[in-house]
């Protein structure tokens, strides 16, 4: 079957940096998504890697290595507002998108 | 530029009343739609998409059905709410051939069933 797997909550200070995993198992890869969701709201886009390697953008950053079937989200510089839940998902072969059950991150001051 | 609306935010209905979600998307043709439901400690649970009007796929056998009647319209019913249907209802859209199937989602519905 198909999995996602990414914990599920973390504790950070704020002002630090933290990583979130996230492994997967599909049939197929065709990328794989970072999405942040707020209590009570809709998940937002973060990234979005269909390569090996790093991507930057501003603070958060996402890697990808295909052959391990990981990937992890980094927040560097923490603020109060990053506490939110981080959603991993994975676009199969189909081009379907499975989805972790998030990683619901605690920021501390 | 391309907006998404979905209502009603919050409601709470009995077993046995039936149910309409519905979405609009603004700004952008024919977008790939979708419904999905979230409960808690769980991940997205994909329930419909469609690519056009009238194409409506479902991914979960249920007591819900999806219907597109116009290009940028995505509704959700049902004839008769169980309890299980309790949750978080996200209508989302993506781009029909984009890169990336990157997707936008609406504000969410909490639907409570008692």
């Known amino acids: 079957g198909q999995n996602i797997d990414q914990p599920t909550e973390m504790t950070a200070t704020e002002g630090a940096i933290v990583q979130i995993n996230c492994t997967y198992q599909t049939s197929g890869f065709n990328g794989l998504f970072w999405y942040q969701q707020h209590a009570g709201e809709a998940p937002t886009f973060l990234s979005y890697n269909v390569l090996d390697g790093l991507e930057e953008k501003g603070r958060f950053s996402s890697f990808l290595s295909r052959s391990k079937g990981y990937s992890y989200l980094l927040l560097k510089e923490l603020q109060m507002k990053d506490s939110a839940s981080y959603l991993c998902a994975v676009m199969d072969s189909n081009y379907q998108l499975i989805w972790g059950a998030g990683t619901k991150l605690i920021i501390k001051p | 530029s391309q907006t998404i609306h979905q209502w009603p935010a919050t409601l709470v209905q009995p077993v046995g009343s039936p149910l309409s979600l519905e979405c609009t998307v603004e700004?952008?043709?024919?977008?790939?739609l979708y419904w999905y439901r979230q409960a808690a400690g769980r991940g997205l649970q994909l329930l419909f998409y469609?690519?056009?009007?009238?194409?409506i796929s479902s991914e979960v056998p249920q007591n819900l059905s999806a219907s597109r009647p116009q290009d940028r319209q995505f509704i959700l019913s049902s004839k008769k709410l169980l309890l299980s249907d309790s949750g978080f209802y996200l209508c989302a859209w993506s781009v029909q051939g984009g890169d990336t199937g990157e997707l936008f989602f609406g504000e969410g519905s909490r639907l409570t069933v008692l």
């Open positions: 700004g952008t043709s024919n977008p790939n």
């Open positions: 469609s690519v056009g009007i009238g194409q």
